[in-house]
């Protein structure tokens, strides 16, 4: 089965630097990844998506690439700011409607 | 739009007990998946279901059921309760999953188990 790991676990940037998030899956057959912020006390919350037919996709200050030879996916955001402070998952997927698989989460916190 | 709603929001049971949770999806989403949420194990998928049918399942005990109505709104059920069942329970729904990629999944706040 799918296996996604997750690094850092932990990462701590100063307000206005960019945070990268590291994702690393096992299933070739996974073509959808999607990536989670989750709040204190909140169900996880879609941020950015990205499915295996592109290579980059941006949304403002979030950015995730994907590059399926390396089974890898990144999660990208600039000039970040305290209210990014959270946990972010990555998860991978595949197109028959199967489990999503997460990785284990990266506690971001974003110093003023 | 409403969001998923999951009720009861927080719980305490006792070892041995049973539980019923409920998930009311997104209007007109018809997926719901279930997931466990622990700070040990992480998210782990429990079983989601689609028009009233079970499609995918976790590895996850005989004691760990669920079901889905007519109105796609759905229950897990944890039977015999053990203390390692206390978690975060999490609902996700989803429009149509499995055609032709898989579908956004939106998630609950979830439902805070305490199994003392």
């Known amino acids: 089965g799918e296996n996604v790991e997750q690094h850092p676990s932990t990462l701590s940037v100063q307000e206005g630097d960019s945070a990268v998030i590291k994702c690393t899956y096992s299933?070739?057959?996974?073509?959808?990844f999607p990536w989670y912020k989750q709040e204190l006390g909140k169900g996880p919350q879609l941020i950015i998506d990205?499915?295996?037919?592109?290579g980059e996709k941006k949304d403002q200050r979030i950015a995730v690439t994907l590059n399926k030879t390396a089974k890898h996916f990144s999660l990208h955001i600039t000039e970040t700011q305290p209210e990014d402070s959270a946990v972010y998952f990555c998860?991978?997927?595949?197109?028959?409607?199967?489990?999503?698989?997460f990785g284990p989460g990266t506690r971001l916190s974003v110093l003023p | 739009k409403a969001g998923v709603t999951q009720t009861p929001r927080y719980l305490i049971k006792t070892r041995g007990q049973q539980v019923t949770l409920s998930c009311s999806p997104i209007?007109?989403?018809?997926?719901v998946s279930w997931y466990q949420q622990t700070p040990g194990q992480g998210l782990q998928f429990l079983f989601e279901?689609?028009?009233?049918?079970?499609?995918n399942k976790g590895n996850f005990p005989g004691r760990f059921s669920g079901r889905q109505f007519s109105n796609s709104r759905s229950e897990m059920n944890v039977s015999t309760l053990e203390l390692g069942d206390s978690a975060l329970y999490l609902c996700?729904?989803?429009?149509?999953?499995?055609?032709?990629?898989?579908?956004?999944?939106?998630f609950g706040p979830g439902t805070r188990l305490t199994v003392l």
């Open positions: 996700a729904s989803s429009s149509t999953p499995g055609t032709g990629g898989l579908d956004t999944q939106y």
């Open positions: 299933d070739s057959a996974s073509n959808y």
């Open positions: 990205i499915r295996s037919n592109v």
């Open positions: 998860a991978a997927g595949n197109n028959y409607g199967q489990n999503f698989v």
């Open positions: 209007s007109g989403h018809r997926s």
């Open positions: 279901y689609f028009s009233e049918t079970q499609r």
